[in-house]
């Protein structure tokens, strides 16, 4: 049974994972929602046309009860993301933000990110160490998203503290005092973010949130709400889980030092590095969906306007995918690309590839400065969901 809560998960979720996709790969848990975990079925529903939108909940977990109500303004980010929507206002949102993640205009980032790297590394290098989420994992993204905004990099604190909180919506088994603490982390963004929308439209620039606030697909434009929910959503989305890709990738390369050396040496390793942290140990590690239709799962039926969690750190180590030795971190695995973490289908991330190019920069130029690393000192960041360390001091050499 899915237990996030059982003696040793907060620490290493991935045995519990194993046991699950090995006895009970597809059941329905007693709160009411249901779980897979073995790869194939999770990649199924990944692309099968169901839906993200808790509008179409027939059978809810007692957990997805908000006691302040059902209304909009209680949902992250007025449920109006491209998160939480489907076709053909996914589609419809989705088009409106696409330009800026195409594969040229992110690589076009590239030298920018590389820039915030080496500088990052340089103050641990000049400390012999230090907090490699304080001072990489988490400003890295967190710029970049400003800048691509076009947004002023400020309450860096602030907005960390506002969106760790507000991602905790993701995590399955909510509580009452959390659900409290989410809807006001969900208000004070949501201000700050009507504040910059102000403020953008009399500084206008070469940039993201002023493309979106001039987007017009033949008539087509975004609503005042729907700006404001793409904006968090990309603040959110943007920074929050690429700080887990970062550090759970510096995490590894430190824990197996044979395959940092090789980095070392051979910086191009470092794209497939990324790729097998993504699936070693994902980001994000449970995905939902609600079905629009009886979903047959093995020999289990799952019935429409069911709650699915798809245990994505399950399904990236099924042997079956990827192997005997699919519990181990192998930087070179031929067929790591093969990771779910992203999804697919029309909810496959968009920020994927920018994604990616940060965690090869990071990884890459890590590997190439500090060929020996030592963990001095980890600290998980308590989500089920979201999951990466909190703080990673290291010291390098």
């Given at each position: 049974m899915f237990d996030p809560f059982a003696p040793g998960f907060a620490d290493d979720p991935h045995p519990h994972y194993a046991r699950l996709r090995a006895g009970s790969p597809v059941h329905r848990h007693p709160l009411g929602f249901w779980i897979l975990s073995g790869y194939d079925d999770v990649a199924a529903l990944q692309r099968a046309p169901h839906s993200v939108d808790e509008k179409n909940l027939v059978h809810r977990p007692a957990w997805k009860n908000d006691p302040a109500g059902p209304g909009k303004a209680n949902r992250?980010?007025?449920?109006?993301?491209?998160?939480?929507?489907?076709?053909?206002?996914?589609?419809?949102?989705?088009?409106?933000?696409?330009?800026?993640?195409?594969?040229?205009?992110?690589?076009?980032?590239g030298p920018r990110i590389e820039a915030l790297v080496d500088d990052a590394l340089d103050r641990i290098a000049d400390a012999g160490g230090g907090d490699v989420v304080a001072?990489?994992?988490?400003?890295?993204?967190f710029t970049v998203v400003s800048l691509m905004l076009g947004i002023p990099v400020v309450e860096q604190a602030r907005v960390r503290e506002l969106s760790g909180t507000l991602v905790r919506a993701l995590e399955p088994l909510v509580g009452a005092e959390l659900h409290a603490q989410i809807r006001a982390a969900n208000h004070e963004l949501t201000?700050?973010?009507?504040?910059?929308?102000?403020?953008?439209?009399?500084?206008?620039?070469?940039?993201?949130?002023?493309?979106?606030?001039?987007?017009?697909?033949?008539?087509?434009?975004?609503?005042?709400?729907?700006?404001?929910?793409?904006?968090?959503?990309?603040?959110?989305?943007?920074?929050?889980?690429?700080?887990?890709?970062?550090?759970?990738?510096?995490?590894?390369?430190?824990?197996?030092?044979?395959?940092?050396?090789?980095?070392?040496s051979d910086p191009g390793l470092a794209a497939p590095t990324v790729e097998e942290v993504l699936r070693h140990d994902p980001p994000v590690q449970l995905m939902r969906r609600i079905t629009v239709e009886p979903l047959l799962v093995r020999d289990e039926e799952i019935p429409a306007g069911s709650f699915v969690l798809a245990a994505l750190a399950a399904a990236n180590r099924d042997p079956d995918a990827f192997g005997p030795d699919a519990e181990e971190f192998r930087m070179d695995r031929p067929d790591a690309h093969r990771n779910l973490s992203f999804g697919a289908g029309v909810h496959h991330c968009l920020g994927a590839g920018l994604a990616r190019l940060e965690a090869r920069a990071a990884l890459g130029r890590f590997a190439a400065r500090f060929p020996s690393v030592t963990v001095e000192d980890l600290g998980w960041n308590g989500r089920i969901n979201l999951r990466g360390p909190a703080r990673l001091e290291v010291a390098v050499r």
């Open positions: 992250p980010m007025l449920g109006l993301s491209m998160l939480d929507r489907d076709p053909p206002e996914h589609t419809r949102l989705r088009r409106l933000v696409a330009a800026t993640f195409t594969r040229r205009a992110v690589e076009a980032w001072e990489l994992a988490f400003p890295l993204p201000q700050m973010l009507r504040e910059i929308v102000v403020w953008k439209r009399s500084h206008p620039g070469d940039d993201l949130l002023t493309a979106l606030l001039i987007a017009d697909d033949d008539g087509d434009v975004l609503g005042e709400d729907e700006l404001v929910a793409q904006i968090m959503l990309l603040y959110v989305a943007g920074h929050e889980t690429t700080v887990n890709l970062v550090a759970n990738g510096v995490l590894a390369l430190a824990r197996h030092p044979e395959q940092l050396r090789r980095l070392h």
